[in-house]
């Protein structure tokens, strides 16, 4: 439009010239301006502050949604990287791809456990969902040292038992409150990062 204007004015020779220089220098600036905004936009909305909910009923829905989406993920990585392959038998001595499996297993273990830890947290923000998963505790911290079995290859089936009654007990506890977990399987960059 800044163009337009200075071009449409047919009086006044002296005076077009002035209102281009200034056309130029504008688009200039806008286009300037325009390169900058996405930095610019970026940088507000890394400080503006995390909106936090306001009402207990907001709370608690964010309070299951994270314990779902943690739990979801928690899960997914105990089946697809601990469960599957050991029942497939590519931890034992001998098994085509065995480290591999092992390494991954291991930090899929570290993974879940995390995982399972922060769905712990998240369900402090729902009273039902708190009290349901209260039991399950002690199993959870009871995996804590599981992926560097895992990661050794000295894990057996009762350490496979166990995060799968862990993952179980945690699906359970959440359909229970009305927070239902789905196997969310993690990609492999969020195991090791």
Same mark, same amino acid.
């Given at each position: 439009?800044?163009?337009?204007? !200075?071009? +449409?004015?047919?009086?006044?020779?002296?005076?077009?010239?002035?209102?281009?220089?200034?056309?130029?220098?504008?688009?200039?600036?806008?286009?300037?301006?325009?390169?900058?905004?996405? !930095?610019?936009?970026?940088?507000?909305?890394? =400080?503006?502050?995390?909106?936090?909910?306001?009402?207990?009923?907001?709370?608690?829905? &964010?309070?299951?949604?994270? &314990?779902?989406?943690?739990?979801?993920?928690?899960? +997914?990585?105990?089946?697809?990287?601990?469960?599957?392959?050991?029942? /497939? +038998?590519?931890?034992?001595?001998?098994?085509?791809?065995?480290? &591999?499996?092992?390494?991954?297993?291991?930090?899929?273990?570290?993974?879940?456990?995390?995982? @399972?830890?922060? !769905?712990?947290?998240? =369900?402090?923000? /729902?009273?039902?969902?708190?009290?349901?998963?209260?039991?399950?505790?002690?199993?959870?911290?009871?995996?804590?040292? @599981?992926?560097?079995? @895992?990661?050794?290859?000295?894990?057996?089936?009762?350490?496979?038992? =166990? &995060?799968?009654?862990?993952?179980?007990?945690?699906?359970?506890?959440?359909?229970?409150?009305?927070?239902?977990?789905?196997?969310?399987?993690?990609?492999?960059?969020? @195991?090791? +990062?």
């Amino acid at each position: 439009m800044v163009g337009a204007t !200075a071009c +449409g004015s047919g009086s006044g020779g002296g005076g077009n010239g002035q209102r281009e220089e200034v056309s130029a220098a504008a688009a200039a600036e806008l286009a300037v301006l325009a390169a900058a905004e996405p !930095a610019a936009v970026e940088a507000d909305e890394l =400080a503006a502050p995390t909106p936090t909910p306001s009402t207990t009923a907001e709370k608690q829905k &964010f309070a299951k949604t994270r &314990f779902v989406a943690n739990a979801g993920l928690a899960a +997914g990585a105990t089946y697809q990287w601990i469960v599957k392959p050991y029942r /497939d +038998g590519k931890f034992k001595k001998g098994a085509k791809g065995r480290t &591999f499996a092992l390494i991954k297993a291991g930090l899929a273990g570290a993974f879940a456990y995390n995982r @399972l830890k922060a !769905a712990k947290e998240n =369900a402090q923000g /729902d009273p039902l969902l708190s009290k349901a998963l209260a039991p399950l505790t002690a199993g959870i911290e009871s995996l804590k040292g @599981l992926a560097s079995k @895992l990661r050794k290859g000295q894990a057996g089936d009762a350490d496979i038992d =166990a &995060f799968t009654n862990v993952i179980d007990g945690v699906k359970e506890a959440g359909k229970s409150a009305g927070a239902e977990v789905v196997d969310k399987v993690p990609s492999t960059s969020q @195991l090791g +990062g």
